[in-house]
């Protein structure tokens, strides 16, 4: 079984409204733990409960992701919300501009009142030029500067680690572009990845309804 | 006697610190970005030997929720570090040397990251093992021909310390083969999924009709078969550096008077 001591969650606006979620759907979070069949021991205080992340959660990964305001963000901050987590880099010309628009379509495909309180991280590929501040233009040149949208950076090995536990595969070409898959990915309340979206055509009514469920689950 | 004991120590614990910087250049992948190109690759720096038993457990120590007991299903399977004797530790000083293998991807690219390196792309990884300098392709050949001997039987229980295979590349790297498969940061290219494991698809894959290329088919496709919480006693892996940017610069511009590198390459 394996502990992590949860980190403070650090300042800004974003992380104080998550720390405010938290709160609120932990209530109704460590019943639906204590209840899953799941390979998680837990302990007798529900304190402690809440630190214990299930075998599966990408809770356990600590990689620190700084966004476009230069926030420190960690996947454990979104303990007891569901994530959508997508991978891009901002110089794409090929497809990312798709697949961002294509993440913005499933966002705007969520029932509007569950839509305020839906996360999104993008992740881009490419530590050395995506700096903070060009995620900040690429965000506001997308018209993507949207509240629960965080555009992130990390770490080389953060970033393939994150990559490889989506199923995200990519390759910096010589030219310094990058060939990638085309993934949407939402993780459940506890982490875990509970929706995967391969592509950009198709229709997103089904995973905008699977992405909805899972905020139905987190409220039961 | 001891003081001999202690060089001879000493002596290894330096090599296993070393780190190489690779030159600028070029090879020919069996997964090329445009067909029949050779792939350039910009100069880095590679470890000399892959990560021992004792270098992954001074990492271990350092953090340990990648100790066995404590690294969740999500980074490791069932076996990881299965071979050592103890929780902390390979147990035997014989072992201290000895490759660590049965280290998931996740958990070895997470060591490279507290070194301060990460994992060496698949393409510097196969540019490194392709600086061989033979002496006719007679030589190469056979050297090809016990390395696909040696990919179809990788001892998964291997216990040779690092630098023992006498395998070196050209500016001394030591064994990218004979001791185990090496994981590296992309072992699952985009194009992973798009080839099946089958024999035509080696054949396919052959930029050459030789033996090297052969053999580095067989390597290509065994790695993409690993998924990345694969513990077996066949992989380990060594940490590649990015240089210092200014340094960057010095070898970009040397490496253009210096003949590219697949132009030494062994011949067909």
């Known amino acids: ?220 | 006697m001891p003081l001999l004991l202690w060089l001879l120590s000493e002596s290894v614990v330096m090599a296993q610190s070393g780190a190489i910087e690779i030159p600028a250049g070029s090879f020919h992948s069996v997964l090329p970005e445009v067909l029949g190109e050779p792939h350039r690759v910009d100069s880095f720096i590679l470890d000399e030997t892959a990560v021992t038993n004792r270098e992954f457990s001074r990492f271990l120590t350092e953090n340990p929720q990648w100790t066995p007991s404590e690294i969740p299903a999500l980074y490791a399977g069932k076996r990881y570090l299965q071979q050592w004797s103890n929780e902390d530790g390979y147990g035997d000083e014989a072992k201290a040397d000895v490759p660590v293998t049965r280290v998931s991807w996740y958990a070895a690219n997470a060591y490279c990251g507290w070194k301060g390196g990460r994992l060496p792309t698949l393409n510097e990884w196969e540019y490194a093992a392709q600086l061989m300098d033979f002496n006719s392709p007679e030589e190469a050949d056979r050297f090809s021909s016990e390395l696909i001997g040696w990919y179809s039987a990788v001892d998964a229980n291997q216990r040779k310390p690092v630098g023992s295979t006498g395998i070196e590349n050209r500016v001394g790297v030591k064994d990218l083969f004979g001791l185990v498969m090496e994981w590296v940061e992309d072992f699952k290219p985009p194009v992973a999924n798009d080839l099946s494991l089958d024999c035509g698809t080696v054949g396919r894959m052959q930029g050459s009709r030789s033996m090297y290329g052969y053999a580095m088919s067989i390597r290509y496709i065994t790695r993409m078969s690993f998924k990345p919480t694969s513990t077996t006693g066949m992989l380990g892996f060594r940490c590649a550096y990015d240089l210092p940017p200014e340094k960057e610069i010095n070898s970009r511009q040397s490496s253009a008077q210096t003949p590219d590198a697949s132009d030494k390459k062994i011949s067909h």
């Open chain 1, 1 to 220: 079984m394996h502990l992590i001591k949860k980190s403070p969650i650090n300042g800004g606006p974003i992380m104080k409204t998550m720390k405010r979620i938290f709160l609120l759907s932990s209530l109704f979070f460590l019943p639906l733990l204590a209840s899953s069949q799941h390979s998680v021991t837990m302990s007798n205080t529900g304190l402690e409960a809440s630190d214990a992340y299930h075998a599966e959660s990408l809770y356990h990964m600590n990689a620190k992701w700084t966004n476009q305001d230069g926030e420190s963000i960690q996947l454990s901050d979104y303990q007891g919300q569901p994530l959508i987590l997508v991978m891009f880099y901002g110089r794409c010309t090929g497809t990312c501009p798709v697949l961002m628009q294509r993440t913005w379509k499933l966002y705007s495909e969520i029932d509007e009142e569950i839509r305020d309180r839906v996360q999104i991280l993008a992740v881009s590929f490419d530590y050395k030029n995506d700096t903070p501040e060009a995620l900040k233009a690429y965000a506001d040149y997308e018209q993507l500067d949207i509240p629960g949208w965080n555009f992130v950076t990390a770490g080389h090995s953060d970033i393939r680690e994150l990559a490889m536990l989506l199923g995200v595969q990519y390759r910096e070409r010589s030219d310094g572009h990058f060939e990638h898959s085309n993934l949407i990915t939402a993780l459940d309340s506890s982490g875990k990845i509970a929706v995967r979206s391969e592509g950009i055509t198709g229709d997103l009514t089904g995973t905008a309804s699977e992405i909805e469920e899972l905020f139905t689950t987190e409220l039961q």
